[in-house]
């Protein structure tokens, strides 16, 4: 770029420089043409004009066309003049220079047009940083003519000038931009170097902002504002105007002559600067007041309006010397009603009134005027608001027509003031109405452009948003800012501007400060008179707390749901567990009653082994089926999630898994303070198994299993798969690498036979089923993370306990538990179980009596005596062995016995362990653990010596 014509902030140097290209391009091509006294560039002619003709020359002409004027009123006319054809100017060359170019965007436009400005002879343009281009009413431009040509031809003259001079760089240059945005605009001058300042800068504006706009600038740049001038508005064409309907009126320029119709132009100019300058209706009134004042006589004044639509007659502003201010009232019949009425003027002297009274027209009302003058005061619809009216009441004052008709010509101006007044007054109200609405409601409000820009918000969008404030959250562009557009709320504001409809929805979002809530919105659309939208209203609710509960409510659901299947589930296994154990309790007695009785190296005693080892296997899957049952840990001993592990990890089936799965590397990471629970070494042992197992089928190709333990405090409760509680735990996690498990499975994983594996690659389909019944019962909690792709984590919390593990058990052999001639009464209501418990206490030295209910039990002993009773707990028909126990008691109270069941320990038998019963053995008998069981009970004191040796 050859020349720099134009200073701009940064964001807006690179469409400059291309405009700057543009502009000079075009330029080049001009061509001068004297002979044909033509300059043309691309066939548009252009012409030379002395700047000081369009500036203080001109102002020197104007000043003698109108001599008969004050010098103050010639300048602002041909201030005026100026500013309204350089504005037409800047128009029409902006036009013509988009088409030319084929410019399409409002910023593309605007910056060719410094540039034009500067090649044009106009000066050079520097637009500073605090501008605000936009095709709206918040448009700003503000910049400064190091070199305007206005100004240094008044500079020239050596007048230090009392107003700013560079009228026609601020009319071509709001020109200029009107067209290139497609808004109004003008612009002012408020430093002027004509006089005194080190440049000449302008604030571009929309009309009915400018002023605010300017106001503003001054306020926050203070050391400029004794420079300032102050905001003067332009409108040339609607002042003359005025002026024109004034010559018209040639009934003024015959009674009053020239000095008259100056004096009532000069009162229409000073009511319309009273109205720009008015605060209030009253304040417009009293202005108004004073210049009639200076018309006419105007001692006694008012103004009276009319309320359409409540039918009441208002008296706004009254001066009178005799009578007070009437209140509002319907309309009547007085003077004032009968103008209203009419529509009409009416100067009722003495005797007109009386005619009108005669009449009936109107009716005296308070006391009577000499002369009484009203106008009715019209809209440019022709509707009548009010009236407005003079009255005397001495005969030294007196109104002629002459009075009347220039009364009602200043009336169009009053009447057009005081209808903007009351609209903007009513516009305030019910705006200040609205922002108290809006304020006030109970959810988040917002409006905002076309363009996405937030217009306005109310307190409660802040405090939901968790917003600093107004401004910044202003700031956000809803078309544009990633979260909303992330949230959905983006696409559905412009969808709501679009198809023009309400557009309702929630909204999970993360503001840009940082909260996060959920929001339900309502967005409707705001619309013009046409009926286009311009904009768009959000109402917006924080339902976050009724999505977490809602949420919570689904988890409990979930949870009770689970519990109930499970729960469900447990009961059929434990009934199937109670009837199995009855059956592998004959198979594996008779079993072991075969070994007993046949040589070694008989094949009887070999299949006999065999039996016996299945009916183990058998009893393991019932156990499992008891821990699934929610009955399988009867054992509740200290012991160490670490050591644990360190036996399964050197177990047979560990070192299987191993050798089957080369791909599975397994590591540990295991605390070495690990804090001790209480529970079943044995079940804990079989989740870790299970777990184990599970991870590395889930594994396909290469992958790693962890094992970890850990101490942990939960200082409040944690939602997860499950609700766990606070306190101190003992955390076992197996994570795994392998395929994961899909969302729409992991609510279902701890269902018995539930797998997407084959049935019987690896037991029983029972595994995780195992695991939740062993957490159960261990009073843990589980806790499942997964991904497809990218494995899962088991983590499984177990409340810790501060006792210490018992390390010393000695093994004791069988023939110490041997029977020495006692007698045992076997109670059983399954004839095989009798039998085979029979069988086998008779081969270890015992005299076994059996019978198959409670009540034979009883009949039994009220004729025989036994050194033991062995109970089954469950008897069908009759009293089962808690109920059987009691009775026994009752009869023999030192009586001894032990329990037996198919189930793990349930609340009836530690009932009977409470009421003295030595043991609990769980079906299916095992010779070593009954016999011990037989033998200790038979060894134990009685009860009493109990008592007395403590």
């Not at 003058?373 to 109104?399: D, N």
């Amino acid at each position: 770029m050859s020349k720099k014509t134009v200073g701009v902030p940064p964001d807006l140097k690179k469409i400059f420089l291309r405009s700057q290209e543009l502009v000079e391009k075009y330029f080049r091509k001009k061509k001068e043409n004297p002979s044909k006294g033509t300059i043309e560039i691309e066939d548009q002619r252009y012409i030379l004009i002395r700047a000081a003709s369009l500036s203080a020359e001109f102002f020197d002409v104007i000043k003698k066309l109108y001599s008969d004027k004050s010098e103050k009123q010639a300048m602002a006319l041909t201030r005026d003049l100026l500013f309204d054809v350089a504005h037409a100017i800047g128009v029409a060359d902006a036009k013509n220079f988009h088409a030319k170019m084929n410019l399409k965007t409002p910023i593309e436009k605007l910056s060719v047009g410094p540039i034009h400005f500067a090649y044009s002879g106009w000066g050079v343009v520097h637009i500073l940083p605090e501008s605000h281009p936009v095709p709206n009413e918040d448009y700003l431009l503000i910049y400064d003519h190091p070199h305007s040509f206005e100004a240094q031809v008044w500079q020239a003259t050596g007048k230090k000038m009392e107003f700013p001079v560079c009228v026609m760089n601020a009319g071509y240059s709001s020109g200029w931009c009107e067209e290139s945005f497609g808004v109004p605009l003008i612009a002012t001058e408020i430093l002027c170097q004509a006089r005194g300042a080190d440049h000449c800068r302008f604030i571009m504006g929309h009309p009915d902002r400018i002023r605010d706009f300017v106001d503003g600038y001054v306020k926050k740049h203070p050391q400029i504002a004794k420079q300032a001038v102050t905001f003067e508005d332009t409108g040339f064409f609607k002042k003359k105007k005025f002026e024109d309907d004034l010559r018209q009126k040639e009934l003024l320029q015959e009674k009053r002559g020239r000095k008259y119709s100056e004096q009532v132009q000069k009162a229409i100019y000073e009511i319309s600067e009273a109205a720009q300058a008015a605060t209030s209706l009253e304040q417009l009134c009293q202005s108004i007041h004073a210049i009639i004042g200076e018309l006419m006589p105007a001692r006694n004044f008012y103004i009276a309006l009319y309320d359409r639509d409540a039918d009441l007659l208002q008296f706004p502003y009254w001066v009178d010397e005799f009578d007070a201010t009437p209140p509002s009232n319907h309309p009547g019949k007085g003077l004032t009603d009968y103008v209203l009425r009419t529509g009409q003027p009416l100067l009722a002297a003495p005797e007109v009134f009386e005619r009108l009274v005669q009449s009936g027209e109107v009716a005296s009302i308070g006391k009577p005027s000499l002369d009484w003058l009203g106008v009715p005061l019209k809209t440019q619809a022709g509707e009548t608001i009010g009236v407005m009216t003079v009255q005397t009441y001495s005969e030294s004052v007196r109104y002629s027509d002459t009075d009347k008709n220039v009364l009602v010509f200043v009336s169009n101006q009053v009447a057009m003031m005081i209808e903007r007044m009351r609209a903007d007054e009513a516009l305030r109200q019910s705006e200040e109405r609205h922002r108290r609405m809006v304020d006030n409601a109970p959810m988040g409000i917002l409006t905002a452009n076309c363009e996405g820009h937030i217009i306005d918000v109310n307190p409660v969008l802040l405090r939901i948003l968790g917003s600093p404030s107004a401004a910044a959250t202003k700031a956000i562009n809803i078309l544009t800012f990633p979260p909303l557009i992330e949230a959905g709320i983006g696409a559905d504001f412009k969808k709501c501007m679009d198809e023009s409809r309400l557009i309702t929805g929630e909204y999970p979002y993360t503001s840009k400060w940082g909260k996060k809530v959920y929001l339900r919105a309502n967005l409707v659309p705001i619309l013009d008179i046409a009926g286009a939208v311009v904009g768009i209203m959000g109402m917006f609710e924080d339902i976050t707390e009724h999505k977490q509960m809602e949420e919570e409510r689904r988890n409990l659901e979930e949870r009770l749901r689970r519990m109930e299947k499970m729960e469900a589930i447990g009961t059929l296994a434990g009934g199937v567990a109670h009837d199995l154990n009855n059956v592998l309790g004959v198979l594996s007695g008779y079993a072991e009653l075969l070994m007993m009785e046949t040589k070694a190296n008989s094949p009887v005693r070999e299949h006999a082994g065999k039996i016996l080892k299945s009916s183990e296997r058998g009893a393991a899957i019932i156990q499992d089926l008891l821990t699934l049952a929610r009955r399988g840990v009867a054992v509740s001993e200290v012991t160490n999630l670490n050591q644990i592990i360190d036996d399964y990890l050197k177990s047979p089936e560990f070192m299987k898994l191993l050798s089957q799965q080369t791909n599975v590397r397994v590591e540990t990471s295991l605390a070495a303070d690990l804090l001790n629970v209480s529970g079943s070494s044995v079940h804990l042992s079989k989740t870790i198994m299970n777990l184990v197992l599970n991870a590395a089928e889930a594994i396909v190709d290469a992958g790693v299993i962890t094992i970890s333990t850990c101490n942990c405090y939960l200082d409040k409760p944690i939602k997860g798969y499950d609700e766990m509680k606070a306190g101190d735990y003992s955390v076992l996690t197996v994570s795994d690498t392998g395929s994961g498990i899909a969302s729409q499975d992991i609510g279902r994983i701890f269902e018995p036979f539930y797998t997407k594996k084959k049935m019987g690659r690896s037991g029983t389909g029972l595994g995780l089923a195992v695991v939740w019944g062993t957490v159960k019962d261990h009073n843990g909690y589980i806790d499942v993370q997964s991904k497809e792709g990218k494995g899962s984590i088991f983590t499984l919390y177990f409340p810790i306990t501060r006792e210490s593990r018992c390390l010393d058990q000695t093994q004791v052999s069988l023939a110490h538990f041997m029977g020495k001639g006692e007698s045992i009464l076997v109670v059983d209501d399954l004839p095989e179980q009798r039998e085979v418990a029979a069988a086998m206490l008779s081969k270890v030295g015992y005299i076994v009596k059996t019978v198959d209910s409670g009540e034979e039990a009883l009949k039994y002993l009220s004729q025989h005596t036994a050194d033991l009773v062995i109970l089954d707990m469950i008897m069908d028909p009759g009293m089962d062995g808690l109920e059987t126990f009691r009775q026994i008691q009752v009869m023999i109270p030192k009586q001894k016995a032990i329990i037996v069941s198919g189930f793990a320990e349930t609340d009836r038998a530690r009932k009977a362990l409470e009421l003295g019963a030595g043991a609990y053995i769980q079906k299916p008998f095992i010779m070593e653990k009954i016999c011990q069981a037989i033998r200790h009970e038979l060894d134990r004191a009685p009860r009493d010596a109990l008592k007395d040796i403590h």
